[in-house]
Each structure stands twice: as structure tokens, then as C-alpha cells.
């Protein structure tokens, strides 16, 4: 099936002038820089805040909708999994949302996330300065819809391979801490022994 034929697509809210951006009220805005194939829609930090357009209402975000930066050259799709009523999507985010039973979002952007797909998504893209993916030929992109049975078992997988991806990122963190940490304390051991023997100014040790 076609994607224009399970899912509903539009843009997101389309600002007429520069974003106005706030400190407080509003309503939040998911930008092209939060959405993530590895990390879904970042949350980290909280969404930027802009003054509420007259009828921001209609374009609020559902949880299950999916969010695809369709300008520049990273194409990448996450899932809105928020309940929020207060969010938004920015001019150059596509929204999609399923329209039946046939495909659940989550597949859908396992796949649209897929190295093959982005490649097939690469070849319809259009501008030059700036690449851009034209909502059409986007829409006319041929998806594989299996049973909801396998759908769900590819999200389940899925799910658990991005866990993993973020264990390891974060016990590759915690080795780096520990390596730097390690040096640097035999660093400041090797200062303080030879410290008796240097004379002049000397810079203060620190820990």
C-alpha cells in the first residue's frame, strides 16, 4: 500500500512570519532538532515555548502521531507518545496519522526509518540549496504491510534494540569517565611527589 493510503499527512503549524518564541505560556513547539530515529522525539531540556497561534488548536499533536523532517538532509520520523494537549509541530515537520487499522504508527516509522526506505526517500528529494521532500512523492512511498500480529512483534524488537543501543552509549560513557578519572588522579599523584623538588610559582593543585 501506498503511505498516502494509511496515513492522514500535513505540515505542521505554518508560522507566517518568525517563530515567537517565550519563556512561559503558550504552547510548545517540536522543532526539526528534536526528532531523532535513534531517540525518538527528544524531550531532554523540554520543548521551546511559542506564543499560541489564533487556531493552534487544530493543529495540536495526538499521541501515536508521526513527526518526519522533511527539510535538509535528515530525514528521519519519531513517534509523538505524549498526551500533552499543548503541542505543536514546526512548518517543516510532516504529521502523520494513521488513518484504519491496517498499519500502526509505530511500524510505519520503523520503517520509514529503515537505511533502504531513507535511500528511496533521498532519490524523491527536491531544492538544491536547501533539500526538501515533497509531501506527494512522500505520500506515493510503496510501504509492506504485514499482519498487526508481525507489526507488533517488529515494533517489540525494535524497542528493545534501541534499549540496548542506549545501555551501551551510556556504559561507554561511564568507561570514559572512569579512564579520565583514573589518569588524571595518577596525574595529580606524580605532581604531589615532585612537588617538594619545584621551586618558583606554581600553579595550585585542584581535585
Do not use: Y
Given at each position: 500500500m501506498r503511505l498516502g493510503e494509511l496515513v492522514e499527512m500535513r505540515t505542521g503549524y505554518p508560522f507566517r512570519k518568525?517563530?515567537?518564541?517565550?519563556?512561559?505560556?503558550?504552547?510548545?513547539?517540536?522543532?526539526?532538532g528534536d526528532v531523532s530515529a535513534t531517540k525518538g522525539l527528544i524531550w531532554d531540556g523540554g520543548l521551546a515555548r511559542v506564543e499560541a497561534p489564533g487556531d493552534w488548536q487544530k493543529h495540536v499533536l495526538h499521541c501515536g502521531d508521526l513527526l518526519f523532517v522533511a527539510r535538509g538532509v535528515r530525514n528521519e520520523t519519531a513517534t509523538f507518545g505524549g498526551e500533552?494537549?499543548?503541542?505543536?509541530?514546526?512548518?517543516?515537520l510532516f504529521v502523520m496519522r494513521c488513518k484504519g487499522q491496517a498499519?500502526?504508527?509505530?511500524y510505519l516509522g520503523w520503517y520509514l526509518n529503515l537505511p533502504g526506505t531513507r535511500e528511496?526517500?533521498?532519490?524523491?528529494?527536491?531544492g538544491s540549496a536547501v533539500p526538501f521532500v515533497p509531501m506527494a512523492a512522500?505520500?506515493?512511498?510503496e510501504v509492506p504491510v504485514p499482519s498487526m500480529e508481525v507489526q507488533n512483534t517488529i515494533v517489540c524488537v525494535d524497542r528493545l534494540k534501541l534499549r540496548e543501543q542506549e545501555l551501551l552509549e551510556a556504559i561507554r560513557a561511564r568507561r570514559r569517565e572512569l579512564v579520565?578519572?583514573?589518569?588524571?588522579?595518577?596525574?595529580?599523584?606524580?605532581?604531589?611527589?615532585?612537588q617538594s623538588s619545584v621551586t618558583g610559582d606554581r600553579w595550585p593543585v585542584t581535585r
Open positions: 518568525r517563530i515567537p518564541f517565550v519563556e512561559k505560556g503558550g504552547c510548545r513547539l517540536v522543532q526539526m500533552a494537549a499543548d503541542v505543536i509541530a514546526a512548518p517543516h498499519a500502526s504508527g509505530e528511496l526517500i533521498t532519490k524523491v528529494r527536491g512522500l505520500a506515493g512511498l579520565d578519572g583514573t589518569m588524571r588522579e595518577a596525574v595529580l599523584r606524580v605532581v604531589a611527589s615532585n
